[in-house]
């Protein structure tokens, strides 16, 4: 009885662990990979919109970017069948430090001393979230009981 | 199809990919994160991502704003303080 009980409590954690995991780093290279494949499209007001369109749908850095970012809404959504809205958004927001390094060692962006501040604010907030009841809705409270 | 989703099978994810482009509320959502992914790539094209990316993430509070008054999440005064540290990371990367 009290294995299941506590397989019961250890699986859900794995699970949302997994899928945060999974839309932090999916988003994260989902965009990154979108921001080469734009620094390689040619100038939008130069060119033709259909040639354009052309190059958008032919590159692949933008082809695997928004693979990734449909990854990872798919990951998101089904987040939310067990999770408030409200801890989704702020705990994967820690992604922000994993953009920040891509951009600074993939992309070769120069980062400010404000900026990575910024980042590391934005990260120690992410995890006070993340020591909150991941759901709150009093239908979720009956169950969890 | 209501509740958690458990089942991660093939038949259990082509469940749930069924609702979601037959569920209009959730067709509407992903309407809308197109609109914003479209802005979004236009950004791209002007500024570097350690600048887009977060700058457009000033979205957080409206959510929160929107999860308690909408949806009737419990935001405890925990929660609400690390949105606020992630509004204010994200004013710190806007200069």
Redesign the interface.
Same mark, same amino acid.
């Given at each position: 009885m009290a294995a299941t009980v506590t397989r019961r409590r250890v699986l859900p954690r794995v699970k949302n662990r997994i899928f945060l995991l999974l839309v932090i780093f999916s988003n994260t290279f989902g965009n990154c990979l979108l921001a080469m494949g734009m620094q390689r499209m040619p100038d939008f007001l130069g060119t033709p919109f259909s040639r354009y369109l052309l190059f958008l749908i032919t590159n692949p850095w933008m082809l695997s970017g928004t693979a990734l970012l449909a990854l990872w809404l798919f990951s998101q959504l089904s987040m939310f069948t067990w999770a408030d809205l409200s801890y989704v958004l702020p705990v994967t927001a820690s992604g922000y430090m994993v953009t920040a390094l891509l951009s600074k060692f993939v992309l070769d962006e120069h980062i400010s001393a404000l900026r990575w501040a910024g980042i590391v604010v934005i990260t120690f907030g992410s995890m006070l979230v993340s020591q909150t009841p991941m759901r709150t809705k009093a239908e979720w409270r009956e169950r969890d009981r | 199809m209501r509740?958690?989703?458990v089942d991660f099978r093939l038949g259990g994810l082509a469940r749930? $990919?069924h609702y =979601?482009v037959t569920h209009r509320l959730?067709m509407l959502g =992903?309407g809308c994160?197109a609109l914003s992914?479209g802005s979004f790539?236009a950004v791209?094209?002007l500024a570097? $991502?350690?600048?887009?990316?977060?700058a457009t993430?000033l979205n957080?509070i409206l959510?929160?704003l $929107?999860?308690?008054w909408y949806?009737?999440?419990?935001?405890?005064w925990?929660?609400w303080?690390?949105?606020?540290?992630?509004?204010?990371? =994200?004013?710190? =990367?806007s200069?």
């Open positions: - | 509740g958690e989703i749930v $990919l =979601i959730v =992903i994160n992914f790539l791209l094209s570097p $991502l350690s600048f887009a990316v977060p993430a957080f959510k929160t $929107l999860a308690k949806l009737r999440e419990d935001v405890s925990h929660r303080a690390g949105v606020a540290l992630v509004a204010a990371g =994200i004013l710190m =990367i200069f």
